[in-house]
C-alpha cells in the first residue's frame, strides 16, 4: 500500500475565527487564542487505516525546543487529554480528516509552524501545513488575562476605537482615537515590535519562552512604544517644536504611527506625548489579545526624586524655579491599564494593572513603567513589582510648595497640597462617557484611611519605623531635607484667595479675570499681592512670562476684594503654544508673615465663525472648534 499524503489543508478561517473572536484580523494566516481548540480538515491522499499515526509539531521562534515550550510534538488521539498542546479527531470521511488541536491556557503567544509527520507500514511522510498566529485569551477562564464580563472583553479587547481624555481639571476635553488593531498589518506590526526589542536581540530564543506571561510582553512593549533605549516605536518631544515630524496634537489614532514605524524600517516616528504613546500602547496590547484601556490622570505628578512628595520652589511671584524643582505636576498625564493576574505577587493583586509608555524614569535601567498592581498602589503597597512608587506618587503625592529666598534659605507657603491626582478617567464600557475611577487608585482624599495609606507608603519606601525615625531624603540648594520636615504642614494663612474668570477665556481674545481675596478675621490685614503669568506646556512647564505686577491690598474685616487682571491678546498670542495652557500664580505676602500661594491654569477655546449661507438669514455665530 502506498504512503499517506496530505494533499490540501482546510484552516477553517471562518469557523474558528468566529469561535476565537478572531475574524476581524485580515491577515492570511489562521489567528486563534491560546487555551480553546481550533479545527483543521486534511486531505489525504486516501483513507487512512487505524493502524496509521498522525504527528503534529508545532514550533515558534528561532532555536524552538521542548525545554523552553516553544516546540511541542503530539499525536491524534480520540480525546483532547493532557496539559500541554493536544490534537483528537474530530471526524473522517473517507479520504479527509477532521482535527481538533489545542494549546495549553499559558502557551507561548505569537507566529507558529505546524508540521504533521504520517507513519504508515514503516512509512513515513513530513509536510509542513503552515503557519498560525497564537493569542492571549480572555475568554479563557485558565488563561492569566482571562476577562469575565463579555461587556468589558468586548470594549477592552475588540473595540477599535475610543476616547482619550485631555486637558486641565475643571476642563476636561475628550478626544477620539482609532486604536484600529485589525487593520492591515497592524498584527504583523505588533509581532514584529517584541522581535525588535533588545532583549530579544539578544537572546531570542530566551526572549520568545518568557511570551507567555503577560507581564513579561506588557513590560516589553512598554518599553519598545517609546524610542529612548531603542529604535521604538514613538519619539518623545515635549519642547513645542516638532520640526521634521507631526505634532503630537495632530495624530488621530495609532495605525498611521505604526505603519509609518514599519514603512521607515523601524525608524521612531517624530513625535508623540503621553496620550500617543498611550493610544499606540493600547493598540497592542489589544492585538495581542490583553484587555486594556487608556487612563487619564489629571494633576499628575512627576516624583523625579521619589520622596512621594512633588516639592515646588518658587520665588517671591510665585514663578517656579526650574533650576531647584526637579519634580513637576503635569496638567494631565496619560497611561494604560491591563487586565491580568499577577502570579509574581498572588491573587490580591490581580485586575487592572498601570503600564506607561512614556519615557520619564528608568526602570531597571530602562524607560518602562510597570505593570503596577491598581490595588497596591490604592493600598499603599508600593514595595510590590513594579515600579509603585512612581505611579503611588503620580496619583497621590502631596503638592508642597517652598518661597526660595535670596539668601538660600527656604519658607513652606500655604498651598493646596491635596491637588494631586484628580478625576482620574477613562472611557466607559459601551459609550463614549467618561467615567471617573479616582477611588480605584486611593481612598477619599484627605480621609483618615487616604492619610494611613499615604503614611504606609511613605514607611514602605524608606523603611520608617513606627517611632518616627528622621529619613534624610536629598539635597535642595545645598540644604537637606528630612521627610517629616515635607510632612510638615504650612501655617494656614488668615486669607484665603481665588482666581475667577470673568469671561470665558477665548483664542484670540483678551483674558480677563480676577483675584479674590478674602479676610478670615475681624483685624485688617496689609497684603502684597504678586502676580505672575505665563504661557505653559501641558506638562507646566513655562514658555514665556506674559504678567508680572504687584498690588498693595488692604482688607477690613472679613472683606472680601478682588483684583481685576487683563492679559490682552497681543500680549500672549507670540508665545502661545499648541497646548494653548496659560498658569497664572498669585504669591499673597501678608504683614505679618503669612504666605499664601494661589494658582490657575487656563485653556483658551478656539472658536470658529459660522456665517448661514441660505438666502435671507443673517447673523454669525461661535461655535467651539
Known sequence: MAGIRVTKVDW????????????EYPCPELVVRRGQSFSLTLELSRAPDCEETFIFMVETGPRASEALHTKAVFQTSELELGEGWTAAK???????????????????????LLSIRLSSHRKHSNRRLGEFVLLFNPWCAEDDVFLASEEERQEYVLNDSGIIFRGVEKHIRAQGWNYG????????????ILDRSP?????????????????????????????????????????????GGTSPLHWRGSVAILQKWLKGRYKPVKYGQCWVFAGVMCTVLRCLGIATRVVSNFNS????????????????????????????????????????????????YNGWQVLDATPQEESEGVFRCGPASVTAIREGDVHLAHDGPFVFAEVNADYITWLW????????????TKKIGRCISTKAVGSDSRVDITDLYKYPEGSRKERQVYSKAVKRLFSLKASGRRTWIRRAGGRCLWHDDLLEPATKPSITGKFKLLEPPMLGHDLRLALCLANLTSRVQQVRVNLSGATILYTRKPVAEILHESHAVRLGRQEEKRIPITISYSKYKEDLTEDKKILLAAMCLVTKGEKLLVEKDITLEDFITIKRAHPGASGEGLSPV
Open 199 to 243: 532583549g530579544h536581540q539578544n537572546n531570542p530564543a530566551t526572549d520568545v519562552s518568557c511570551r507567555h506571561d503577560p507581564i513579561y510582553v506588557t513590560r516589553v512593549i512598554s518599553a519598545m512604544v517609546n524610542s529612548n533605549n531603542d529604535r521604538g516605536v514613538v519619539q518623545g518631544q515635549w519642547q513645542g517644536k516638532y520640526d
Open 90 to 112: 474530530e471526524a473522517q470521511m473517507e479520504n479527509t480528516l477532521t482535527v481538533s488541536l489545542a494549546s495549553p491556557p499559558n502557551a507561548v503567544i505569537g507566529r507558529y
Open 12 to 23: 477553517q478561517r471562518s469557523s474558528n475565527g468566529a469561535a476565537h473572536h478572531t475574524q
Open 405 to 416: 529666598h535670596e539668601d538660600e534659605s527656604r519658607e513652606r507657603v500655604y498651598s493646596n
Open 181 to 192: 488593531q485589525f487593520e492591515e498589518d497592524i498584527l504583523n506590526i505588533c509581532l514584529s
Open 301 to 348: 505628578a512627576h516624583d523625579t526624586d521619589q520622596n512621594l512628595s512633588v516639592d515646588k520652589y518658587v520665588d517671591s511671584f510665585g514663578r517656579t524655579l526650574e533650576d531647584l524643582t526637579e519634580d513637576s505636576m503635569w496638567n494631565f498625564h496619560v497611561w494604560n491599564e491591563s487586565w491580568f493576574a499577577r502570579q509574581d505577587l498572588g491573587p490580591s
